[in-house]
């Protein structure tokens, strides 16, 4: 009949330390298991970076033996990831030898043909897309840009009244994205082309803010290759396969030019209107256009950056 | 030496203490923030896994919300200037004791900056090739490693003057000066040098018109001193209104004069902006346009940046008005300053400088559901360092957490039946009744 004894207040009492315990693991273990919930996504990391890739060296403080062991490594994720034994070299630039293009606006129609050769040599991401070189459809008499058709999609080509303007990295003398980057990943070796270290590139995306040339891709997303598309002559700067978050552009096919021979998207050209070669050569191709030709030019000269890319014309 | 140390890490151990110890609404408060982070993180591991494609960038538009706020919570960080050029130049009374929570507050921005550039970045995984010495730090060349250095120079500084300060309060002794005062003015310059070398980012970019403009770096620091002490001026009447810490309705009306002044300025810069763009008539205007009236057809920007204008104009004509010396109206005033800054300064600045593209293609840009809750984890984690901040600061600077009363019971979140004036001497300090 008689109620109980009202519960003491007192805050020291077995009863409510013990409370105020189980409150505290309580809160304690839901906290963490909120956050290993929040972090639940990182279980589908498969391509974690490993130890010996995450302490890999900048490229120009690798000796040869430590090269020789990065470039087995990478034919052997290579290997791993597609099925495909592939031969990645480290190409040095050639003494005497400074690379530059010229590309014939009279000839280019516009196929487009260079671009897919690109992205076949240089095993671009096949899905999302990635492509090096953009061809701008212009109308007759103008190159400002912003007249320019990105995605034109004509039965044939070229269409009456336009003409087409291939743009890809213009490899320049004074080039914004070097200068930009906050970790040296990409640099302008002796040859004139500007490379990137892969491995070293951070993901910052300055250097694409900084090219006027909208020249640079990033990898959003991890790259999407087919293994039988895989191009198996690779090098370090050039075409091996890139990784998720890093940058890429054009390397006038470093791999190729290297070693003699011309890149992919000239050799491709169905007009004849790419020309490549040693500019310090004066019996090169590229030295007799650039002596002879009345016109020349360079995108955005006003910039200067100073392409080695030029742009000419026939009569 | 070790009896220092051990002092030290006691005082560490009692200001983390206090961190989790509140009344409801502060554990509510923290619960919220808490479970937004967190949101906020599983959005991250989600990016990190699949990469920035989860975001609504691409390489035309290869920048931002997260850039956008990273640019506006610098201006935060370098406006809590606003309140120490006051105190420590022109000897203000009423800032004096406050301005130790501008200081916090630009600490707490700062680690949110840093959060939005690491979110930001394909490999974070690198960072440590951006670490001097050991990596490769493309210094002075880059404004990013410029930006890198005064970031964190930035952070130590504050976190040395408030951390100081607040042990010595914590004895109950009088700071030397020699030790604080020389980094106050050195922060003050390194405040004007976060905002401007952060405007110097895309300043320095030739081949970005937009951005390519000499106003970039004033607009940056006079749109800072709006938004920064707004911000103050609201976050000092949330802290009046659950600690009862002297916080008077003076020092609220000397910062509106602050940001009175700024915003001016602000919308002055922005006229001349306009004009230069428009006005000449030349190529380089077709961010501007983009932003402002829309470009072939794509106007994604259009109502952002008039809605912008809108909020800042407005706060601009309020602050001029008498009507905005009532706290009431300088609340509204402030939200609209800091919303319109955000606006412009945020999606207005870095989205139009990369439309059209440099080869002139038009893309636009909308930020993806999973970009926008990585953004709200990170403000939600700001706020809760901000919050454990104060928590800690305010009962030290009151006296009430002090080396003094270490022995006794640890003070509980009953800030408001604790009488509003405390003295300062420690050993007249109501201390809770021993149970």
């Given at each position: 009949?008689?109620?109980?004894?009202?519960?003491?207040?007192?805050k020291?009492?077995?009863?409510?330390?013990s409370?105020?315990?189980?409150?505290r693991?309580?809160?304690?273990?839901?906290?963490?298991t909120?956050?290993?919930?929040?972090l639940?996504?990182?279980?589908?990391?498969?391509?974690?970076?490993?130890?010996?890739?995450?302490?890999?060296k900048?490229?120009?403080?690798?000796?040869p033996?430590?090269m020789?062991?990065?470039?087995?490594?990478?034919?052997?994720?290579?290997?791993?990831?597609?099925g495909?034994?592939?031969?990645?070299?480290d190409?040095?630039?050639?003494?005497g030898?400074e690379?530059?293009?010229?590309?014939?606006?009279?000839r280019?129609i516009?196929?487009?043909k260079?671009?897919?050769?690109?992205?076949?040599?240089?095993?671009?991401?096949?899905?999302?897309?990635i492509?090096y070189i953009?061809v701008?459809?212009l109308?007759?008499?103008?190159?400002?840009?912003?007249?320019?058709?990105?995605?034109?999609?004509a039965?044939q080509?070229?269409?009456k009244?336009?003409?087409?303007l291939?743009?890809q990295?213009?490899?320049?003398?004074?080039p914004?994205?070097?200068?930009?980057?906050?970790v040296?990943?990409t640099?302008?070796?002796s040859?004139?082309?500007?490379?990137?270290?892969?491995?070293?590139?951070?993901?910052?995306?300055?250097?694409?803010?900084?090219?006027p040339?909208?020249?640079?891709?990033?990898?959003?997303?991890?790259?999407?290759?087919?293994?039988?598309?895989?191009?198996?002559?690779?090098?370090?700067?050039?075409?091996?396969?890139?990784?998720l978050?890093v940058?890429?552009?054009c390397?006038?096919c470093?791999q190729?030019?290297?070693?003699?021979?011309y890149?992919?998207?000239?050799e491709?050209?169905?007009?004849?209107?790419?020309?490549f070669?040693?500019?310090?050569?004066?019996?090169?191709e590229?030295?007799?256009i650039?002596?002879?030709?009345r016109?020349?030019?360079?995108?955005k000269?006003?910039m200067?950056?100073?392409?080695?890319?030029?742009?000419y014309?026939d009569? | 030496?070790?009896a220092?140390?051990?002092?030290?890490?006691?005082?560490?151990?009692?200001?983390?203490?206090i961190?989790?110890?509140?009344?409801?609404?502060?554990?509510?408060?923290m619960?919220?923030?808490t479970?937004v982070?967190?949101?906020?993180?599983?959005?991250?591991?989600?990016?990190?896994?699949?990469?920035l494609?989860?975001?609504?960038?691409?390489?035309?538009?290869?920048?931002g919300?997260?850039?956008?706020n990273?640019?506006?919570?610098?201006?935060?960080?370098?406006?809590?200037?606003?309140m120490?050029?006051?105190?420590?130049?022109?000897?203000?009374?009423?800032?004096?004791?406050l301005?130790?929570f501008?200081?916090?507050?630009?600490v707490?921005?700062i680690?949110?900056?840093l959060?939005?550039v690491?979110?930001?970045?394909?490999?974070?995984?690198?960072?440590?090739h951006?670490?001097?010495?050991?990596?490769?730090?493309n210094?002075?060349?880059?404004?990013?490693s410029?930006?890198?250095l005064?970031?964190n120079g930035y952070l130590?500084?504050?976190?040395?003057?408030?951390?100081?300060?607040?042990?010595?309060?914590?004895?109950?002794?009088?700071p030397?000066?020699?030790?604080y005062?020389?980094f106050?003015?050195?922060?003050?310059?390194?405040?004007?040098?976060?905002?401007?070398?952060t405007?110097?980012?895309?300043?320095g970019?030739?081949?970005r018109?937009?951005?390519?403009?000499?106003?970039v770096?004033p607009?940056?620091?006079?749109?800072a001193?709006t938004a920064?002490?707004?911000?103050?001026?609201?976050?000092?009447?949330?802290?009046?209104?659950?600690?009862?810490?002297?916080i008077?309705?003076?020092?609220?009306?000397t910062?509106?004069?602050?940001?009175?002044?700024?915003m001016?300025i602000?919308?002055?810069l922005?006229i001349?902006?306009?004009?230069?763009e428009?006005y000449?008539?030349?190529?380089?205007?077709?961010?501007?346009?983009?932003?402002?009236?829309?470009?072939?057809g794509?106007?994604?920007?259009?109502p952002?940046?008039?809605t912008?204008?809108?909020l800042?104009?407005?706060?601009m004509?309020?602050?001029?008005?008498?009507?905005?010396?009532?706290?009431?109206w300088?609340?509204?005033t402030?939200?609209?300053?800091i919303?319109?800054i955000?606006?412009?300064?945020?999606?207005?600045l870095?989205?139009?400088?990369?439309?059209?593209?440099?080869?002139?293609?038009v893309?636009?840009?909308?930020?993806?559901?999973?970009?926008?809750?990585?953004?709200f984890?990170?403000?939600?984690?700001?706020?809760?360092?901000?919050?454990?901040?104060?928590?800690?600061?305010?009962?030290?600077?009151?006296?009430?957490?002090a080396?003094?009363?270490e022995?006794?019971?640890?003070?509980?979140?009953?800030?408001q039946?604790?009488?509003?004036?405390?003295?300062?001497?420690?050993?007249?300090?109501?201390?809770?009744?021993a149970h």
């Open positions: 009949m008689a109620t109980p004894p009202p519960v003491p207040s007192d020291t009492s077995d009863r409510a330390l409370r105020r315990s189980f409150l693991s309580t809160a304690a273990l839901s906290g963490l909120a956050l290993a919930a929040s639940s996504p990182l279980r589908e990391l498969d391509d974690f970076t490993s130890t010996e890739q995450f302490l890999q900048y490229y120009k403080e690798l000796t033996e430590e020789t062991r990065v470039l087995a490594r990478i034919e052997k994720e290579v290997e791993r990831q597609y495909i034994r592939p031969h990645v070299r190409l040095r630039p050639m003494d030898v690379f530059v293009y010229c590309l014939n606006l009279t280019c516009g196929c487009r260079c671009v897919h050769a690109c992205v076949a040599e240089n095993n671009l991401s096949r899905d999302p897309e492509q953009r701008l459809k109308p007759h008499g103008s190159l400002d840009v912003e007249k320019a058709e990105h995605k034109y999609t039965d080509v070229p269409e009244g336009f003409f087409y291939p743009v990295c213009q490899q320049c003398r004074n914004a994205c070097v200068k930009v980057c906050p040296h990943a640099w302008q070796e040859d004139g082309i500007t490379v990137i270290d892969y491995d070293w590139c951070i993901g910052c995306r300055y250097c694409e803010a900084a090219c040339y909208w020249a640079r891709r990033f990898n959003f997303a991890k790259p999407g290759l087919p293994a039988e598309r895989i191009n198996p002559d690779m090098s370090y700067l050039g075409n091996r396969p890139r990784k978050g940058m890429e552009k390397h006038f470093i190729r030019t290297r070693a003699g021979r890149p992919a998207c000239l491709v050209c169905p007009v004849g209107a790419r020309k070669g040693n500019i310090l050569d004066p019996n090169s590229v030295s007799y650039l002596r002879e030709k016109v020349f030019i360079q995108l000269e006003e200067g950056t100073s392409p080695r890319f030029f742009y014309f009569k | 030496m070790i220092a140390t051990r002092n030290y890490l006691r005082f560490l151990w009692r200001c983390g203490r961190a989790f110890v509140g009344d409801w609404r502060y554990y509510a408060w619960g919220v923030l479970i982070s967190l949101v906020g993180l599983h959005a991250y591991s989600r990016q990190l896994v699949d990469g494609v989860v975001t609504g960038m691409g390489d035309e538009v290869s920048w919300v997260y850039i956008a990273f640019t506006f919570l610098v201006g935060v960080a370098a406006a809590a200037v606003m120490v050029i006051p105190v420590y130049i022109y000897d203000n009374e009423e800032l004096h004791d301005v130790i501008g200081e916090l507050l630009a707490a921005a680690i949110m900056c959060a939005f690491t979110v930001d970045l394909g490999r974070p995984d690198r960072f440590w951006l670490i001097p010495v050991i990596g490769q730090f210094f002075p060349a880059s404004m990013l410029w930006d890198v005064v970031l130590l500084l504050n976190v040395h003057i408030c951390g100081y300060l607040l042990y010595c309060r914590y004895h109950d002794r009088k030397a000066r020699w030790f005062i020389p106050v003015f050195i922060a003050i310059f390194w405040a004007v040098s976060i905002h401007t070398v405007a110097f980012l895309y300043v970019l030739g081949g018109p937009f951005w390519n403009s000499a106003i770096g607009r940056f620091l006079a749109s001193f920064g002490p707004a911000l103050i001026i609201l976050a000092l009447q949330v802290i009046r209104h659950v600690t009862h810490y002297r008077t309705d003076k020092a609220l009306l910062l509106r004069s602050i940001v009175q002044v700024s001016l602000n919308v002055f922005l001349n902006e306009v004009f230069k428009f000449s008539g030349n190529h380089h205007v077709a961010s501007a346009k983009y932003l402002f009236i829309g470009l072939h794509h106007h994604a920007l259009v952002w940046i008039w912008a204008i809108g800042n104009v407005t706060a004509v309020l602050l001029c008005l008498p009507l905005s010396r009532s706290l009431k300088l609340n509204l402030c939200v609209m300053a919303l319109g955000w606006i412009e300064k945020g999606m207005g870095v989205v139009p400088g990369f439309i059209p593209t440099p080869l002139g293609e893309i636009e840009y909308t930020p993806s559901l999973n970009e926008t809750l990585v953004c984890g990170i403000w939600a984690f700001g706020l809760l360092c901000y919050t454990i901040f104060l928590r800690m600061a305010v009962p030290i600077l009151q006296g009430r957490l080396k003094a009363n022995g006794r019971p640890e003070i509980q979140g009953d800030e039946e604790i009488p509003a004036a405390f003295p300062s001497k420690p050993d007249r300090i109501p201390t809770p009744t």
